[in-house]
């Protein structure tokens, strides 16, 4: 009884609270990364540079995103969810700030690409940790309360960055960054740990059901035996080489086009909220149970393939771009949605964790290559459009992958004839 009471989570009540400061910490952290393409064009030209050169920046951030996700797990395991989301809130604050004294490109790359990454991964696994704490039956809610910062946060970022940067300048910009970004730190600082609280939720038995899982300390290497998984690892590495590419260039393609003053800012915002309109679909298309999430998964990969292709060939007509960005945020949010929770079809709930740490460290190879691999195309080619017909190359290859494994989930579950 008294195992029960200790392990019971509270299901609601400050869990609520929790919820709001890691919506915040969404938002202050993959919503600032989202709009990174912002300041693309402005460090190009001041330090005189290749295409290919300044996307290393974001690659930077990305991969240390991917990288540091294992590192902030372990971290959570010795330390508690709210001293790693404030390490997190100070590293990405610090990137910034060191970011906006404008001392060198190799220390821009240090700063708003490994300072920042890391610190957006500790603050992103830690919020993501703690809410999963504090919830079992509403899990799902929290998490799409949660999540939705992500969105809600990109939607204002996109405007809001582009004064920023007309009014004080890029380096003027990421200060004032900088100063939001701190904010991670009271979010930190408000996520209570479970076991200070729990005296006030502990009144009366528990049903087994609503018990917390016991956190287990041992990271599953022995889950790439899995060929179901390693080929999923294969579509991550794909998708992500993909799915990071028009962040960076959806900017200075719009830019191309004559598209300046407020339009590359709107369409970013227009993406944010396709996106946000696209998990809260998906999710509800996935709860239906009309297809299988690995089925529904390669249906969305392959479509956001096709549009991010087809979104250079109607460069001539506005409405078109402005139609084929916002499919191509909804499709994105919709594979953002299905793809994580697509890995409990493929290891089980046990070795979700372990299976969720191989995906994102792998999944960073992805990250790294692609930005740069499509600016190398652009140089060459002296064509914005050549990144997205890269994007949707991978995007489309990495749908193949989602096929195999989802024959190979099937046919395990089907047991021998």
């Not at 809130?89 to 990137?95: D, H, N, V």
């Not at 405007?159 to 009014?167: A, H, K």
């Not at 479509?303 to 960005?325: D, E, N, R, Y």
């Not at 989602?402 to 579950?413: A, G, N, P």
């Amino acid at each position: 009884m008294l195992e029960s009471r200790r392990r019971r989570p509270p299901d609601g009540g400050y869990g609520w609270v929790v919820v709001l400061s890691a919506f915040w910490v969404m938002g202050l952290t993959a919503a600032v990364l989202k709009n990174f393409g912002l300041f693309f064009l402005d460090i190009q030209a001041h330090f005189n540079i290749l295409t290919s050169t300044t996307s290393w920046i974001t690659s930077c951030t990305i991969a240390m995103f991917h990288l540091g996700a294992p590192v902030a797990s372990a971290l959570l395991l010795q330390f508690s969810q709210r001293v790693v989301v404030i390490i997190g809130g100070f590293l990405c604050a610090s990137g910034m700030f060191l970011a906006s004294l404008d001392l060198s490109l190799p220390c821009l790359y240090l700063t708003m690409g490994i300072l920042q990454g890391t610190g957006i991964s500790f603050s992103w696994v830690a919020a993501n940790s703690m809410v999963s704490h504090y919830f079992v039956r509403w899990r799902p809610i929290a998490y799409a309360i949660s999540s939705s910062g992500e969105c809600v946060f990109a939607i204002i970022f996109g405007p809001f960055f582009q004064w920023l940067i007309e009014t004080y300048g890029w380096q003027g910009a990421l200060l004032i960054i900088a100063a939001l970004q701190l904010n991670i730190c009271v979010c930190g600082a408000l996520m209570r740990p479970l076991g200070s609280i729990q005296s006030t939720v502990d009144q009366g038995p528990a049903s087994p059901a609503l018990l917390l899982p016991k956190r287990s300390r041992t990271f599953q290497c022995s889950l790439l035996k899995k060929p179901e998984l390693l080929l999923y690892i294969v579509f991550a590495i794909l998708a992500a080489a993909g799915i990071f590419i028009p962040p960076v260039f959806l900017v200075p393609f719009a830019n191309s086009l004559g598209l300046h003053n407020y339009w590359p800012a709107s369409i970013l915002s227009l993406v944010a909220l396709a996106d946000l309109m696209g998990r809260l679909i998906c999710g509800w298309v996935a709860n239906m149970r009309l297809l299988r999430n690995l089925q529904l998964l390669t249906v969305v990969v392959s479509l956001l393939g096709f549009v991010l292709m087809l979104l250079p060939i109607s460069q001539k007509h506005l409405g078109c771009v402005l139609a084929l960005c916002f499919v191509y945020g909804s499709l994105f949010g919709c594979v953002v949605a299905i793809h994580v929770t697509s890995i409990v079809d493929i290891v089980n709930l046990e070795g979700f964790d372990s299976g969720l740490g191989l995906f994102m460290l792998f999944r960073s190879v992805g990250g790294c290559v692609g930005p740069p691999l499509a600016g190398f195309l652009v140089d060459q080619t002296g064509d914005y459009r050549a990144a997205f017909y890269l994007s949707g190359l991978c995007l489309i290859s990495s749908a193949f992958f989602v096929i195999l494994v989802d024959y190979l989930v099937q046919k395990r579950e089907c047991g021998p004839m």
